[in-house]
């Protein structure tokens, strides 16, 4: 059984950083696509950012370019989001997922693994 869970979350003011951490248990991370989304309150939910397989192909959001970060850690199989100068717009329950694809600037809602979320909330 895959079971995919999320920590680092919490509240924050405006400009600070938070690191999300992703844990898989079940699910090599190594050589699947991973990715972050997240839903926003009373929104739809949204990529973040992708990683291919093969770590040659990453895919951000606008809202996440030039502040988050995705990463992995294939020995640990553990998955990253490093986000900076976080904004209230950033406020939101951010979820890790695996077994999917991004490309062409595209994080389709389609992966197969997906964590329980994690809640990210900033003030201003």
């Known amino acids: 059984q895959v079971q995919l869970v999320e920590s680092g979350g919490g509240t924050v003011q405006a400009g600070e950083s938070l690191t999300l951490s992703c844990t898989s248990y079940?699910?090599?991370?190594?050589?699947?696509?991973v990715a972050w989304f997240r839903q926003p309150p009373g929104k739809m939910r949204e990529g973040l950012a992708c990683?291919?397989?093969?770590?040659?192909?990453?895919v951000y959001r606008d809202a996440a370019k030039g502040r988050f970060t995705i990463s992995r850690d294939a020995a640990k199989n553990m998955l990253y989001l490093e986000m900076n100068d976080l904004k209230p717009d950033d406020t939101a329950i951010y979820y890790c997922?695996?077994?999917?694809?991004?490309?062409?600037?595209?994080?389709?809602?389609?992966?197969?693994?997906w964590g329980q979320g994690t809640q990210v909330a900033v003030s201003s």
């Open positions: 990683l291919s397989g093969d770590d040659d192909g990453v």
């Open positions: 079940g699910l090599t991370l190594g050589p699947t696509y």
């Open positions: 997922a695996a077994g999917g694809w991004c490309g062409k600037g595209r994080i389709p809602d389609r992966f197969n693994y």
